[in-house]
């Protein structure tokens, strides 16, 4: 289950997600169009946020794995362009549970792609409110 599809559940707890991205203002602004973010999606230009939580940087073995490199050989094998990261690729985002401006609970994966399951999210938020 995604973020946007717990927003029920996201609300019944009183809670409200948050993205940050890295990225300029404008950029972040089409990428929440894009994924109809329906709440804030904040910009962290200068990472300021990303080092207090401890959201470091990857290896690039954990960036550029094989599986990664297939996805992008099958996206050229079928005609899709593939742009060159435009952004830091190594650069680890994760997720926090913040109660009155203190981060309760942080998950910090140690690739990319890896993220806490929604579930997990929410038990936080549930673990948060007690």
Not at 32 to 46: C, G, K, N, Q, V
Not at 67 to 86: D, E, F, W
Request: hydrophobic content about 50%.
């Amino acid at each position: 289950m995604r973020v946007r599809a717990a927003a029920a559940s996201f609300a019944a707890l009183g809670c409200t997600p948050v993205a940050v991205g890295f990225s300029p203002p404008e950029a972040l602004r089409a990428l929440a169009e894009r994924l109809e973010w329906p709440w804030p999606f904040l910009a962290d230009t200068e990472r300021l946020l990303y080092r207090r939580l401890g959201f470091g940087r990857a290896p690039l073995r954990n960036v550029w794995t094989p599986a990664t490199l297939a996805i992008y050989r099958r996206a050229m094998a079928a005609g899709t362009p593939v742009h060159k990261p435009v952004e830091d690729a190594r650069q680890l985002g994760g997720d926090a549970i913040v109660r009155a401006g203190t981060a309760f609970t942080v998950f910090r994966p140690a690739s990319p792609d890896a993220r806490e399951p929604v579930e997990t999210l929410l038990e936080a938020v549930r673990a948060a409110a007690t």
